[in-house]
């Protein structure tokens, strides 16, 4: 079946900039979207942005100029890049690849999320 992985999250010092990928498989399973969401302890989780395969993208108001979202179709990955963070940006990272999966004989709507990865920011 479909899945998805993040990687990239870890430690930054408040200014920095990471990178996040999310790669989704098998190699049959076209993402439509890619949505990146975040989550912090006690909060519910917030959506981060969208891609679609258009490269069409979609931020929240709180990223906006602050973070790009981009993808390489061809290896089913995503990416997030973040810039001059601050604490307030510091959260468990996930992205959700939603498309269809040939199963071999047919196209199936699918819909596959990551484990998440922490992002932490110090001051």
């Known amino acids: 079946q479909v899945q998805a992985a993040e990687s990239g999250g870890g430690l930054v010092q408040a200014g920095g900039s990471l990178r996040l990928s999310c790669v989704y498989s098998p190699s049959t399973f076209r993402a439509k979207v890619i949505a990146w969401y975040r989550q912090t302890p006690g909060e519910q989780r917030e959506l981060v942005g969208t891609?679609?395969?258009?490269?069409?993208?979609k931020y929240a108001d709180s990223v906006k100029g602050r973070f790009t979202l981009s993808r390489d179709s061809g290896q089913n990955t995503g990416f997030l890049d973040m810039n001059s963070l601050t604490i307030e940006y510091a959260a468990v990272y996930s992205c959700n690849a939603h498309g269809i999966y040939y199963d071999g004989l047919r196209w199936l709507p699918r819909s596959a999320w990551g484990q998440g990865t922490r992002v932490t920011v110090s001051s």
């Open positions: 891609i679609a395969d258009t490269g069409d993208t």
